[in-house]
């Protein structure tokens, strides 16, 4: 059907029915969970009573906006959690995990990472790098500490345990406990929510009290339950990935304990105004709708990068995960071994995309990130990654980090095209 289409070799077509025959008991399981949590979502939305009303949003200040606090409580109850925020006002998912992160924590506070080093964009948050002077958590007298991940990328309980015994949990100079879900840019698996359970009553078990944050970016969905369902006080995540369905144009969220979530708020608008304001204007339908869908986008995203791992793993390059292993987030990473690769994967992924599918992406140094990093980004929201979208920075071994998925058939489509470009640089 797809050579109806799009040019597809002999030889691929040839692999793309064995890849999808191998496929198929994982889609089932992915279509298990997916019906789980669509049953989960509707749940959530009869139980607040959603109504008309709430999708229609405010101008100018936002006060008494019933949409956007109905949202909140919808998606603070699908997850398990106490209160959420849940709106357009963060600007990216970096934004919201700045605002909890400067929410939670004060001068003399220590943050300590628990799952190695942070996603790039973090690290200038933190004071990693990036320039003394621009307001980073450590020129605000925080300060940082990191637990590796053991050798083989996992969480190293013992190591935690050790760095978190006798630590304060709260008031002035406390540790809070930082977990990143997903893989991010670096080669390790994604955490399962039981993982993150076992971290969580490591730290509260040593730390009674003790903040335990998640950047749960990537993860939404892809399990029955989140993050706050297992133990941890507060999760963070950003719209234009799993939870916006693809259709919220923007926004993020912060979910988790109710004094958190009110300390958040006062550090997203101004203190003392709080969760108080913000008006929603046209886009609160969007958001409703995003995240009404998303359980089944996200399952989209994941048969696309279960289909993706035995696609380029039967290639011949090395694949992570796994394609039968398990998922904990939609990200695939595939080592490109040679910038050249990189490039030729992310314009394969761009021409068979819905917009801008005929432009060629460049290598570029983008705000935030430490090397050039090349994206293949054909989305209808701009920077979109729940959508069929590859980036990767242009440093050893070049790996491609790819996600997303709107539509699964359609993104077949899109990674064969970048499989086939792939095999014509080589002939
Ligand atoms: C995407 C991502 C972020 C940052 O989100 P942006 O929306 O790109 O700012 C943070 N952490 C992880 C693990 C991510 O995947």
């Known amino acids: 059907m797809i050579r109806d289409f799009f040019d597809v070799s002999d030889e691929l077509l040839a692999l793309d029915a ?108 933190i004071g990693l790098t990036g320039e003394k002077g621009c307001g980073s958590l450590a020129d605000f007298g925080v300060n940082y500490s990191q637990v590796d991940l053991n050798a083989a990328g996992e969480p190293d309980l013992a190591a935690i345990e050790a760095a978190l015994t006798g630590k304060k949990s709260t008031g002035e100079g406390k540790t809070i406990c930082y977990i990143q879900r997903s893989r991010g840019y670096a080669d390790r698996p994604a955490l399962s929510p039981e993982t993150i359970g076992a971290i969580a009553e490591i730290a509260h078990r040593v730390a009674p009290g003790m903040i335990v944050m998640v950047d749960n970016c990537y ?29 919220a144009p923007t926004g993020g969220y912060i979910a988790g304990r109710h004094d958190l979530v009110e300390l958040c708020a006062q550090r997203l608008t101004a203190p003392g105004t709080g969760r108080e304001i913000g008006c929603t204007q046209d886009v609160l339908r969007q958001m409703y709708l995003g995240l009404y869908f998303a359980p089944g986008v996200t399952a989209e995203a994941l048969k696309t990068a279960v289909y993706a791992q035995r696609l380029f793993a039967k290639m011949g390059f090395r694949v992570t995960p796994a394609y039968d292993a398990p998922h904990n987030d939609i990200v695939t990473s595939v080592e490109c071994r040679t910038g050249e690769a990189l490039v030729a994967l992310c314009a394969g ?69 970048a499989a086939q470009k792939i095999m014509n640089g080589k002939n």
């Open 219 to 247: 993860g939404e969905f892809t399990q029955k339950v989140e993050p706050t369902q297992m133990g941890a006080d507060v999760i963070i995540g950003s719209l234009i990935k799993n939870p916006g369905g693809g259709i």
């Open 349 to 417: 992924i761009q021409a068979g995309s819905p917009v801008d599918s005929y432009v060629a992406p460049e290598p570029w140094l983008m705000p935030g990130y430490e090397n050039e990093v090349v994206m293949a980004a054909g989305a209808f929201t701009m920077g979109s990654s729940i959508e069929l979208s590859c980036d990767g920075p242009l440093r050893d071994p070049y790996s491609a980090y790819m996600q997303g998925g709107l539509n699964f058939t359609a993104s077949r489509a899109g990674l064969l095209l």
């Open 18 to 125: 064995q890849v999808l025959a191998d496929c198929a008991p994982l889609f089932a399981s992915i279509d298990e969970t997916r019906n789980y949590n669509q049953l989960k979502m509707l749940k959530a939305f009869t139980e607040c009573k959603v109504s008309a009303t709430h999708l229609v949003g405010t101008t100018g200040y936002g006060y008494d906006d019933a949409g956007r606090e109905k949202l909140g409580e919808v998606f603070a109850r699908l997850v398990g959690a106490e209160d959420a925020l849940y709106r357009p006002h963060f600007l990216s998912g970096t934004h919201a995990l700045t605002v909890a992160l400067f929410g939670v924590l004060r001068t003399g506070d220590t943050l300590c990472s628990v799952t190695g080093r942070p996603y790039d964009t973090l690290c200038s948050v």
